[in-house]
């Protein structure tokens, strides 16, 4: 083989390697419109869920570009901001399917719950772990979790008031009133938390000079030197504005295949008698799965400020702000959705909080940390199985 030979075969798996994402997602998209069309249901919701995987991995992708650009913690906005929206268009294209089965609700408030499960004890676990194997410790700014782990747990308790209203006498109307002021509750204190994070306690959720010169000095020892490579990633070239603008065009793809899954994904769940709690834990995956491989790589290159920042960042937005957005647009379509979550929803959510900030609270994770979020996970999924 001669080298411009050898030349085009580095190109073409450079190609692949860096847009397989994009023509997988793409082509299992038009598949499942096209399964959907023909009334091959379970076809049509596999190819409709690797679609919708695979594209919000590549707006991930280019979401971690522009969180390059930026500082923290405006860095983890872009990222966490870009896998929320996917979340809550994917749970409000299945809420509205509650038109015609009420039951659908309680698949939807699983999958509110379980984003915060996934990437409390998925992500957080399985990037500490790896991380953990990898540097035997790892080291962040230990005021990001404390704060994050605070607030986690106040906006837990605050969804814990409809859920024990629900076990009073109270009707439906009284239910109702309760959740729209606990919703305009949760977006009054995400507006004081953005502040607080963006002005007046940056310094909270940044990554500490002895963290930095943790990863330098580990660099050092390994006696790695960084070279300046020119990237061919196209997205790497695009401005600001042109990757804000692949990321809304992307979202508009992932609507069209969230449709299908909808759609066809609840008349499966109904076929094989999928419970709404690991209905709810599918659909969560689903949304996180990119921000699991973003905080897998982040974990990888000892960037453990990045990870707690995207797991708890991210389970902060899925609360206070998919919680009231959902609401919302639940009560313009006229559909009744109420935050009156199940004991095993609100249990574990809390539990989950509680062993975030044990693992947390030093400053220090290791590999065994890591693996007490993904044993808890596991039995979580047990139950929601059963339930």
């Known amino acids: 083989m001669d080298t411009t030979d050898t030349m085009k075969k580095i190109h073409f798996e450079e190609y692949i390697e860096d847009y397989w994402d994009i023509i997988v997602g793409l082509i299992a998209i038009v598949a499942a419109i096209i399964l959907h069309q023909y009334g091959n249901s379970y076809l049509a919701t596999s190819f409709a869920a690797l679609g919708i ?76 772990f790896i991380g953990g194997l990898k540097f035997t410790e790892q080291e962040h700014n230990k005021e990001t979790s404390s704060t994050y782990t605070t607030i986690l747990l106040v906006t837990a308790l605050a969804l814990l008031v409809p859920s024990l209203l629900n076990q009073t006498e109270h009707n439906e109307s009284v239910l109702k009133e309760v959740s729209m002021i606990i919703a305009v509750a949760l977006i009054f204190f995400y507006i004081i938390i953005f502040i607080f994070q963006t002005r007046t306690h940056t310094h909270f959720f940044k990554a500490t000079a002895r963290s930095r010169m943790f990863r330098l000095r580990k660099r050092q020892e390994e006696g ?13 070239r695009f401005n600001n504005i042109g990757n804000f603008i692949t990321i809304f065009v992307l979202i508009a793809i992932i609507s069209i295949g969230a449709e299908v899954f909808a759609t066809d994904g609840i008349k499966m769940a109904k076929d094989f008698g999928i419970s709404a709690g690991l209905a709810g834990l599918i659909i969560a995956i689903i949304a996180v799965a990119p921000e699991i491989a973003t905080a897998v790589k982040a974990a990888k290159n000892d960037q453990i400020q990045r990870v707690v920042n995207i797991a708890m960042g991210a389970s902060v937005v899925s609360i206070l702000l998919t919680v009231p957005i959902l609401l919302g647009l ?32 030093e400053g220090q994770t290791n590999y065994f940390e890591g693996l007490s979020h993904l044993m808890f996970f596991v039995c979580y999924a047990i139950i929601a199985a059963y339930y």
């Open 53 to 128: 995987a695979t594209l919000s991995l590549t707006v991930s992708e280019v979401a971690e570009i522009l969180s390059q650009r930026l500082e923290e913690p405006y860095a983890s906005f872009v990222l966490t901001f870009s896998a929320v929206i996917v979340e809550i268009i994917l749970l409000y294209i299945i809420l509205l399917q509650a038109l015609h089965d009420p039951k659908v609700v309680e698949t939807v408030k699983g999958g509110i719950i379980s984003a915060v499960i996934v990437d409390m004890n998925v992500l957080l676990g399985l990037a500490v």
């Open 224 to 236: 790695k030197e960084v070279e300046e490579v020119a990237s061919v990633y196209i997205f790497e």
């Open 330 to 361: 639940a009560h313009i379509s006229g559909i009744n959705l109420f935050l009156d979550f199940n004991p095993l929803q609100i249990g574990a959510l809390i539990m989950t909080i509680i062993l975030a900030w044990k693992s947390t609270e």
